[in-house]
């Protein structure tokens, strides 16, 4: 790793990191905000405007029986399980992109590769600072929620934000590992960006056909969401190992595979 | 133990210097498409090299292997001896390098971009970037967006020159500089040659390559055609003389050894000689010559000598 590198991304990223952080600590306030209002003050009108929703639409939300009513529930429900998801998936892609194909299709890449930096060291520079942002996002998301639960009065146990912040790190490595070999396998942005958008979508609907249709229940252990349960991270105060390990399994060697071709492939605009 | 020391010391003493590039047989393709084929030369070390060739030559592809952003499809690529491929980090450590299509970070800062560069070469000298940039009349407190293409040039020109590295591998280096500024460049170039650095310069800019170059290499579809020095391999093109004569004289007199009478007049005569000018001369001694005129062949009749006759053939170094 180049620690001039990392930290000339990050500059360069700064006022998209604190956007997207600063977005995310503000949806999240809400979101709890809306849990005391929704929740615990109309939870009757909230279970009868349940019951007219259509199925799918909740299993696409990750809203399943009487788990909505916790607080871990609400809260995975109306936004770490699907629009935090869409949020630091976009930020992952559209960073992840540019932090290799876009260099190489702009050009910049043959002047930085000429100097003493390596392609390896180049690429874990890359990952490093996407690492620290991530954090970043995740860091402002439970400050979010922990602003918006201390307002709201409401008790959330310090093993669940540790929960969540992990599951959510491990999530987001996951996103990052494959778009980051994408990035380093392309020659154009757009083109890397699509992969790993496409990829991610594949990720998202293959989960939901599987929790739909019994018949192809087996199939959402292919997916990355099949690991990613925020309500139970927050409601047990834990991570199942096993999820963690398949998140952050796959986050390794896709990033090894994507440094390793990185390493191999020829460099020119 | 110091006997085994000095014995090794009068060893390296007596090898002979690592050159600082090494090419030898080198192949690269693009899947079905010509990169370069076959090249084999070396540049010495204090020498300015001049790799020259049309658009699509295989001039970018050559250099993009020596930086190590190609592999080779066969022969070998060296820097001071390490290979281009396997010992980039290594090789990098004494390059120096401008591409032939310079591209810089837009949103960066002129002396923020040189600073970052320096710290990934390891930092430079105090006042490296400041006396470049007054030489070459660049303003460190623009942004790189807001550059014209010389003024971007000569960005590219202070990040390759702070460096001090012994090999300077420069692609098209003074595109887009002005006269004056190319006037300085040069000198630039010279001062480098005389503080003992190497320098590979790829160039379609044929003055400079003539006021500038040591030796130059011709690559023409991959191939090389041409590696000599730039006073031989000038010699070896057709010159132009026109003499004037006190009497009458027969042409004909003159039609020999390689001589070829072009124009001719009652006391005037165009000759065009090619190769040795002795023959030429020891014909003339005979006469009675009023005026002589002699144009020198300029790279420009090498350059397209090698370009329009068919087919490449290759040269070996």
Known sequence: ?269 | MLEHGRLICYARARMPPIPPIEVVSLTKRYGRHRGVEDLTFQVGVGEIFGFLGPNGAGKTTTIRVLVGLLRSNGGTARIFGRDCWTGTERVHRDLAFIPGDLRLYESMGVVEFLQFMARLHGGVRPRRIEALADRLDLDLGRTIKHLSKGNRQKVGLVQALMHEAPLLVLDEPSVGLDPLMEVIFMDLMREERAAGRTIFLSSHNLSEVERLCDRVAIIREGRLVALEHIDALKAKRVRQMSVLFNQPVDPRAFERDGIVVLDRGERRVRLAVRGDINPLIRTLAAYDVADLTFSEPDLEDVFLHYYKEEPAEKVDA
């Open chain 1, 1 to 269: 790793m180049n620690p001039t590198l990392t930290i000339k991304v990050l500059k360069m990223q700064a006022q998209t990191i604190a956007s997207y952080a600063l977005g995310s600590a503000f949806y999240s306030a809400l979101v709890v905000f809306l849990f005391h209002s929704f929740i615990v003050q109309h939870t009757a009108f909230f279970q009868q405007y349940l019951t007219i929703l259509p199925k799918a639409l909740l299993q696409a939300f990750n809203i399943s029986g009487s788990n909505i009513f916790t607080f871990g529930g609400f809260l995975g429900a109306e936004y770490l399980s699907f629009i935090w998801v869409v949020i630091v998936a976009a930020f992952i892609i559209s960073f992840t992109s540019g932090a290799i194909a876009r260099e190489i299709e702009q050009g910049t890449i043959e002047l930085v590769l000429a100097y003493p930096v390596g392609r390896i060291r180049f690429f874990l520079s890359k990952v490093a600072a996407l690492v620290l942002a991530l954090l970043a996002i995740v860091a402002a998301t439970l400050g979010g929620i922990w602003v918006g639960a201390l307002s709201q009065h409401i008790q959330v146990a310090p093993a669940s934000f540790f929960a969540i912040g992990v599951l959510a790190t491990a999530f987001g490595l996951a996103v990052a590992g494959y778009s980051f070999f994408f990035s380093a396998v392309a020659s154009e942005r757009a083109a890397a960006a699509g992969a790993a958008a496409a990829v991610t979508v594949l990720f998202y609907a293959v989960n939901f056909a599987s929790s739909l249709w019994s018949q192809l229940s087996g199939l959402g252990r292919l997916s990355i969401f099949h690991y990613y349960s925020p309500q139970d991270a927050i409601n047990l105060g834990r991570v199942d190992s096993g999820s963690f390990l398949v998140l952050f399994g796959l986050a390794l060697l896709t990033t090894i595979a994507g440094a390793a071709l990185f390493r191999l492939r020829d460099l020119s605009p």
